[in-house]
């Protein structure tokens, strides 16, 4: 479904990306700590990219002053040439499948975290994509209602039959959605596997990650910075 290949990418001084290279298998659930990104396309390619692909950004990204109906309709205006009619039963379908349609009128500010959350997710499944790209799908909720859109994330990619890709720092969400796992450090994959045998992993980085330690390599470069300040 997705594939990298020596992925390079660099902001001044910073590698982001060093070769990183990382295969991602149809209606595969992976869980990934780092970011990507999609650059140097035209417009016109980039939209059909798109088409493609749903994406729920980390704090929903819903336009404030469009209520719900009109934000889960505008990858279908912006992308499609359907009618109003056609575009309207979409909407119903997909707001019914996060346990939204009720919702329609509402304004974004009269939604909670975990409802604005659920809108994001119907308006990234409009279009029907191949790929689903989540980053920090639980930031900003608490336990419960996190738990609620992992299990929601896995439901509706299964129904949906849809690969999809997680950024997240919250290792009790990454557990709960991934089918594999990979570590992002320093620009490139330094694991990829299982959630199971990611738990037993060897790799210091990965077993500090996942701990939470403030002993092990993730820090080391950082105090060393503070202290020769």
Known sequence: ?????????????????DGCSLKVEPEERLVVMGQFEITGLSRRKLQRVRQHIGMVYQYSALLSS??????????????????????????DEKLDLVGMKDSKELLPDELSGGMRKRVALARALVLEPELLLLDEPSAGLDPVIASVIDELIISLSEKSKVTSITVTHEMESAFRIATRMAMLYQGKIIEEGEPEAFKQSKNPVVAQFISGSTEGPILEGSVDAITKK
Do not use: G, H, Y
Request: hydrophobic share 40%; charged share 40%.
């Open 66 to 91: 469009r209520t719900v109906r009109d934000n889960v309709a505008l990858p279908l205006e912006e992308l499609t040439d359907k009618s109003r009619a056609e575009i309207d039963k979409i909407i």
């Open 1 to 17: 479904m997705v594939e990298l290949r020596d992925v390079c990418m660099q902001f001044e001084d910073k590698k982001v990306l």
